[in-house]
């Protein structure tokens, strides 16, 4: 079964693994604004928000030109940012609208030992031999009006690849063999949405995969509710009603719970004892909150806290377990990309390039700023001693000095 085990020393989906964000074993600088500590930099070609994964010494994105008529995967050596592979995947005659604050490339690879698979929503998914760059297999045939531009990002385990496509006009998950790019099950979200508003169906989340008693599951936000699904069948397992659009958050399980966030409606972020069946929302939600939660930068855990910025710079620090607030302080600017946590500090990275060290601590406690020559979109990825991090126009690795 796929579990962080088989990732280590890897950073191999959105957000790593476990979809957390946090390596407490890492050791990489604290002061981003030290030229020794950048190991190397480049700018890879194209626009793309897709966050760097990696398996061994290969550093995987995604980018694609401006108008979206083509998408490309970029394979780099993470150790000295050397270009190994640059892949055009698809091209793409008539591209629908994509938003400026979006792009046809924002969907994170998930990776494995030979295989990388890239999904760019209803332009495609494939799979491609990180060996050589060879193209695999392909699918190009799921439909979705994403109105604003694709974002979910694939996950996987032993069998499948699973994907989420909830659009203005369609809104379902779809597993497909990893083997073979075979569809092994497909299911429509079936939620009643309140509305007959598209624009109030769609979501940009990323699924999560774990064991919670003995029963593995597959959950997955959408917009109004969140499913958990049989990874192997689909089969649904339960459901909670959160309300809110645009969900776009990983969901996290710690403590044995699953958190949540819905997106932009008044309960954003909800913890929940997965252990339920059929709707759940009157009986498993074990705390819920509304106040100075994110609707796009993911949190980061350290034991019992959880650590959020909310989108407009407001840093908060939660008891995991029981959702009391411990601290919060305004650090200001404007966030998308989640917050990353390495060796027992916190960074944060603003749209328009500011970045914030602070410590995971039950007191906030500034460590470093810096000042990047572009924002950030895109979220870290931490493998031993090193940071990665991609920017609206460059590609960095951190490394501590030795």
């Known amino acids: 079964m796929w579990n962080t085990l088989q990732a280590e020393n890897n950073w191999p989906e959105f957000r790593g ?149 909830d659009g203005f006009d369609l809104q379902y998950v779809v597993a497909l063999n990893k083997k073979t790019g ?79 966030f819905g997106g932009d409606g008044q309960t954003k972020l909800v913890a929940v004892d997965p252990s339920g069946s059929g709707d759940v929302s009157l009986t498993h939600i074990v705390w819920n909150s509304g106040k100075a939660i994110p609707q796009r930068p993911g949190p980061v855990f350290v034991n019992d806290w959880m650590f959020l910025i909310d989108d407009s710079g407001v840093a908060t620090c939660l008891d995991a377990k029981t959702g009391d607030v411990v601290w919060n302080k305004r650090i200001g600017g404007n966030y998308r990309a989640s917050l990353v946590c390495a060796g027992g500090f916190i960074y944060a990275f603003t749209d328009d390039g500011h970045a914030t060290v602070f410590k995971a601590a039950d007191e906030y406690e500034e460590v470093s700023e810096a000042d990047f020559p572009s924002g950030f979109q895109a979220s870290g990825a931490v493998v031993d001693d090193c940071l990665y991090l991609r920017s609206v126009e460059g590609l960095y690795c951190f490394r501590s000095p030795k």
Request: one cysteine or more.
């Open 17 to 165: 693994a476990d979809g957390s964000g946090t390596d407490m074993s890492a050791h990489v600088p604290t002061d981003l604004g030290q030229t020794s500590n950048i190991a190397w930099q480049t700018k890879p070609h194209g626009r793309g928000w897709s966050s760097p994964v990696i398996w061994g010494d290969q550093l995987w994105i995604t980018t694609a030109t401006e108008d979206g008529k083509q998408q490309f995967a970029l394979c780099y050596d993470r150790h000295t940012g050397e270009m190994i592979h640059d892949v055009l995947v698809f091209e793409n005659s008539e591209p629908d609208f994509c938003h400026p604050t979006n792009t046809y490339a924002s969907c994170t690879p998930a990776i494995e030992e030979g295989r990388i698979y890239v999904h760019y929503g209803k332009y495609g998914t494939a799979c491609l031999d990180t060996k050589t760059g060879e193209k695999l297999w392909e699918r190009r045939e799921f439909p979705c009006d994403h109105f604003r531009g694709p974002a979910s990002s694939p996950i996987i385990d032993d069998e499948n690849v699973y994907v989420a496509l």
């Open 182 to 260: 075979e569809t092994t099950w497909k299911k429509d979200r079936n939620i009643d949405y309140g509305t007959d508003n598209g624009d109030r169906y769609k979501a940009y989340s990323t699924g999560l995969i774990f064991t919670h008693k003995g029963r593995r599951q597959l959950v997955i936000p959408s917009a109004t509710a969140t499913i958990a699904y049989d990874p192997p069948t689909g089969k649904e397992l339960w459901r909670v009603r959160h309300g809110g659009m645009n969900a776009a958050i990983r969901p996290v399980y710690r403590h044995g719970l699953v958190y949540i």
